[in-house]
């Protein structure tokens, strides 16, 4: 079975960056797609970003688009991201998830059958 470790959260302010990184164990190569989510205080997890292992395409919710950047790296088995310019209402806890889903349910955290224990990111204003 596969195994997601989040790691690279912390405290930062507005304006600043920080790179989060998901490494998986077993067969991270016949997972078909992994995606960021993150959950503020109160409210539902959303999708932030997705890679898809085969072809390294890429999708992003429209509130990171431009300013993050999710990319993945095979010989590590290590899927990224990259987070500039960020604004308070990034603050949550992130995950990192792992699945099959079709394009259609993408951005549903209910096509994951993976996840990471997640990681804090705070962004001060």
């Known amino acids: 079975q596969v195994q997601l470790v989040e790691s690279g959260g912390g405290l930062v302010q507005a304006g600043g960056s920080l790179r989060l990184s998901c490494a998986a164990s077993g067969s991270a190569s016949s997972i078909p797609t992994v995606a960021w989510f993150r959950q503020a205080p109160g409210e539902e997890r959303k999708f932030v970003a997705a890679v898809r292992w085969s072809n390294s395409r890429m999708y992003y919710s429209d509130s990171v688009k431009g300013r993050f950047t999710i990319s993945r790296d095979s010989a590590k088995n290590t899927v990224y991201l990259q987070m500039n310019s960020l604004k308070p209402e990034d603050t949550a806890v992130y995950y990192c998830?792992?699945?099959?889903?079709?394009?259609?349910?993408?951005?549903?955290?209910?096509?994951?059958?993976?996840w990471g224990q997640g990681t804090q990111v705070t962004v001060s204003s």
């Open positions: 998830a792992a699945g099959s889903p079709l394009l259609s349910s993408l951005e549903s955290d209910s096509a994951y059958r993976r």
